[in-house]
């Protein structure tokens, strides 16, 4: 390649939306209007036989490239940046840490809207408000329309007041369900006035809690490093009011006129977070979420980009949000695995919200009941500054956990004689039970009683679960279906047996005993949309459910004050696994479900069935807790060398061939080896736990240095040269720095 030899200022340095390794440079005309030309607007260039969409990132003198060669800006179509260069450095460190394409990085910073070039202006949001008349009346006036009761008495929790982006974020079709309420006279719309400026007197006084001694020094430790950047994690047993924390520090900063980064871990924590944030604050609130249309999320994003939204609530896509005054970010629930995105491009939203705090010199705060080893261990060697909650706020006490030895016991549907009683009696108390089994559907296989044979998924290697609602069974992992079959597919026996126990089959048994008015599933299959959920929560905290089921929706997050018992129906499963981190998945999940018992006055209690009642995970979390079991756990993982007191890669490959695969990663590795130092170690090739994949084989190396910067040396030049193999085409390969999963 050769340098030009000419010095230009025409030379555009654009990160073009595609799959590929690098930037590209084009050329403007000579009379072009180059005050136009600033790091952050969006192009429209040519590319390939067509034109695409990127962002200008550098004006340059210079390319590789003879400027006779390069191709003319086709379009310029901002007149300002629509990416800030705060924004653009950020982007640029994370292509390079998770070794991801550049332009692809930055299409995760815009909406699609604008990712595909169109023009698009902020639209005023308005506000739904009750009518003297629906302030009058009460909900049940509308029994026999469940969803417009459902949204009433919602917007009666909202002070009266809804935005129209809540209505939307409500359910997918909350303006019928709103315009059903105004047509009754029940609802009016009027403008919402735009907040620009800064905010004073936010929040009222007399809906502000008191605080406790540990909530007043916390939030006065954060308050005294508003100017610079600072990590505090936040660990609070649960029920320790870190929510306040949070909104007292917020109060603060929007205060100065700054903005607000708040990350949950969940969608469905979103809509009662949200609730009540704008139910404290004066101002307007942005949402950000998977849920949202394109064009909602792109009101979304304006909103925060130009500076008409104070707080951004959203899971862990907010974080590439563009927002200009960005004043403190909050990372709630910062050990949830699902702050980890898992496709595409694997990012840490925990670890990129550190950084994108670090680089705008401003505070974050990591909030959690059971803190990733990471950030215990950040906090040992100084990087992070801790904050303890330890007491429950008002009367409310720590529930007492009990192991229920299950083994040589009859089990009903998974439910043990011991648990069962304890149910009735909570209920018979009008108390309410939390029951929590993290495995969907009736069952999780399908076996003839003759043969043995188990129904299978005819894509990947794991069995179908039956789903006997729906009359299905299906794949979690492809979402292949099929009808459920009544005979079996080897022998024709018609005996078969439904293996194990998911939400629906405990459900069942539960409704037999208590009736279907008292019980209540919350997972992914009953709560498909938000107003779903809130349909659900309305039932629980008018105390008509009794008994609630559910997956990990349920595990952190609610607070149900008359919940006195948590059952953990079957926790064996993950006290085996092969991958390192799930002892440490399983400890935090424990505490988490067992947090939402005894959250008011009434003391609570946990109970966990077991086969392993001796087992020293669970002894050392029900005698020691769960700071005992960190300590121990990091003493575990440095002995092993493990993250993080190393780090890691993991090299995935997959094809429709197990064999290209194997050969492609036995290639990779060959390409690695002479670049390997010492303390690095390159460990594979090796099956996926789960090797077929919707007709994909799955294989993967892993990467382990000692040092950051050897893993990311070598990784450099792997990306640099994979391209070489022959057969790299013909296989779909990625790599997860950081993983979190070894799957």
């Known amino acids: 390649m050769i340098k030009s030899s000419k010095n230009s200022s025409n030379i555009l340095r654009v990160a073009v939306m595609v799959p590929l390794y690098r930037l590209f440079d084009y050329k403007v005309a000579e009379d072009f209007d180059r005050d136009s030309l600033r790091p952050g607007v969006r192009l429209r260039v040519p590319f390939g036989g067509g034109s695409k969409v990127g962002v200008l990132l550098e004006v340059c003198s210079e390319s590789e490239w003879a400027l006779e060669k390069l191709k003319v800006v086709e379009e310029v179509l901002d007149t300002e940046p629509v990416l800030s260069v705060d924004d653009l450095d950020v982007l640029v460190w994370v292509s390079r840490y998770y070794h991801y394409p550049i332009g692809e990085v930055v299409s995760y910073a815009l909406p699609v809207l604008l990712r595909q070039g169109k023009q698009v202006r902020f639209k005023k949001d308005l506000l739904y408000r009750l009518t003297n008349l629906g302030e009058d009346v009460s909900s049940s006036v509308l029994a026999r329309s469940p969803r417009q009761k459902a949204l009433f008495s919602f917007i009666k929790q909202e002070e009266g007041r809804i935005t129209e982006a809540a209505v939307r974020s409500w359910h997918k079709d909350g303006k019928k369900f709103i315009a059903e309420l105004m047509a009754k006279g029940y609802v009016e719309l009027y403008d919402l006035p735009v907040i620009r400026s800064k905010v004073s007197a936010v929040g009222s006084s007399d809906t502000q809690l008191p605080l406790t001694i540990e909530q007043r020094q916390a939030v006065d430790r954060v308050n005294d490093s508003l100017d610079a950047y600072n990590a505090f994690l936040l660990e609070g047993i649960t029920g320790s009011g870190k929510t306040e924390v949070y909104m007292r520090v917020i109060d603060s900063v929007i205060s100065q006129g700054r903005q607000v ?372 756990s990091l003493l575990e993982r440095k002995v092993a060398g493990l993250p993080p007191f190393s780090f890691q890669a993991l090299f995935r490959v997959n094809a429709m061939s197990e064999s290209l695969a194997v050969a492609f990663l036995q290639q990779v590795q060959s390409l690695l080896l002479p670049h390997v130092e010492s303390g690095v170690q390159v460990l594979g090739p090796v099956p996926a736990p789960i090797v077929r994949r919707a007709q994909r084989f799955h294989y993967q190396l892993l990467i382990q240095a000692e040092q950051r910067k050897q893993l990311h040396q070598l990784l450099d030049f792997l990306v640099k040269d994979v391209g070489l193999i022959k057969i790299a085409r013909k296989v779909r390969w990625s790599i997860d720095v950081d993983p979190v999963d070894l799957y």
């Open 261 to 632: 980064l708040v990350l949950l871990p969940e969608i469905s924590l979103t809509p009662q977070i949200e609730s009540r944030f704008r139910q404290r604050f004066g101002i307007r609130i942005a949402v950000s979420h998977s849920s949202l249309t394109d064009a909602q999320r792109c009101q979304s994003w304006l909103s925060v980009q130009q500076g008409h939204a104070s707080v951004l609530l959203g899971t862990r896509s907010a974080l590439f949000h563009s927002i200009p005054r960005l004043g403190l970010i909050i990372v709630d629930e910062e050990h949830d695995s699902s702050f980890k995105q898992q496709e595409r491009l694997r990012f840490s939203a925990r670890d990129m919200a550190l950084l994108k705090a670090k680089k705008g010199n401003i505070p974050i705060i990591l909030g959690s009941a059971t803190p990733s080893l990471e950030s215990l261990s950040n906090v040992a060697n100084g990087r992070f500054q801790k904050l303890s909650l330890t007491q429950r706020i008002g009367a409310a006490v720590l529930p007492k956990v009990k192991l229920l030895d299950i083994r040589n016991q009859r089990l009903e549907d998974g439910l043990s004689g011991q648990l069962m009683d304890a149910i009735s009696k909570t209920v018979a108390r009008d108390e309410q039970v939390i029951l929590f089994l993290n495995r969907r559907g009736f069952s999780p296989a399908l076996m003839c009683h003759a043969c043995g044979w188990v129904a299978r998924c005819k894509h990947c290697d794991v069995n179908l679960v039956v789903h006997e609602k729906a009359g299905l069974l299906r794949c979690h992992h492809c979402d292949y279906q099929h009808k459920k079959i009544k005979q079996c597919g080897r022998c024709g026996c018609v005996e078969l047996v439904s293996l194990g126990v998911g939400t629906e089959r405990v459900e069942r048994a539960l409704v037999a005993v208590f009736g279907r008015n008292q019980v209540i599933r919350i997972d992914r299959d009953s709560v498909r949309h938000r107003g779903d959920l809130d349909l659900a929560l309305q039932a629980i905290h008018s105390g008509q459910a009794k008994v609630i089921l559910g997956t990990q929706m349920l595990s952190k997050g609610h607070h149900f004050e008359n919940v006195t018992l948590v059952g953990i129906i079957d926790i064996d499963s993950g006290l085996f696994s092969v991958d390192y981190h799930a002892p440490e998945k399983l400890a935090q999940l424990i505490i988490q479900v067992s947090g939402r018992a005894g959250r008011s006055h009434k003391k609570g209690l946990v109970l966990l069935q077991t086969r392993q009642p001796e087992h020293l995970l669970l002894r050392t979390l029900i005698e020691k807790g769960f700071a005992a079991f960190a300590a121990a």
